[in-house]
């Protein structure tokens, strides 16, 4: 007998799809949490991306960080504003533009990032245990050309 798959149409795959996205966004954050780790809990999701982004691309103004993390000024600043007075980040002049400031991560916001990524990765391990390694690699792979198709999606 055939497997159901073969038949499917294009319209039923991105069905499949659009659904385990949205089972993917839900799950993982139920499974943050959760969890009882508290490392899980040192930042919050937009702390985290926030921190994760500006220690990969270094310091940037807000409207530079708004724009690549495509969210509102408003938005970003006040998360900013946060982080600030959380000692996550700092403000400093901005080197190209006297007028402007940008945001660095502190030590603080770079350990924390660093100890909920490390959390991070212990629970997808404990999660794909008994996935063949090949089987992760792939996973690993395919998200990663999900998110950069996503972000290079055209803009309205």
């Known amino acids: 007998m055939a497997d159901d798959r073969t038949t499917e149409s294009e319209d039923d795959v991105l069905g499949r799809i659009e659904t385990e996205v949205a ?10 949490r959760g969890t009882g780790n508290a490392e899980h809990r040192l930042l919050d999701r937009a702390a985290y991306v926030i921190l994760r982004h500006l220690d990969r691309a270094g310091p940037q103004n807000v409207s530079a960080l708004a724009a690549r993390l495509e969210l509102d000024g408003s938005t970003v600043t006040r998360q900013v504003s946060a982080m600030q007075r959380d000692g996550l980040i700092v403000r400093e002049p901005d080197p190209t533009d006297g007028r402007g400031t940008v945001v660095s991560p502190t030590p603080t ?18 999660i794909l245990a008994d996935w063949h390694p090949d089987d992760r690699r792939t996973l690993a792979e395919m998200l990663h050309r999900l998110n950069q198709s996503l972000e290079s999606r055209p803009r309205r």
């Open 23 to 32: 089972l993917l966004m839900r799950l993982g954050e139920a499974t943050r």
């Open 109 to 126: 916001g770079l350990q924390r990032v660093a100890a909920v990524r490390a959390a991070r990765a212990r629970l997808y391990g404990t």
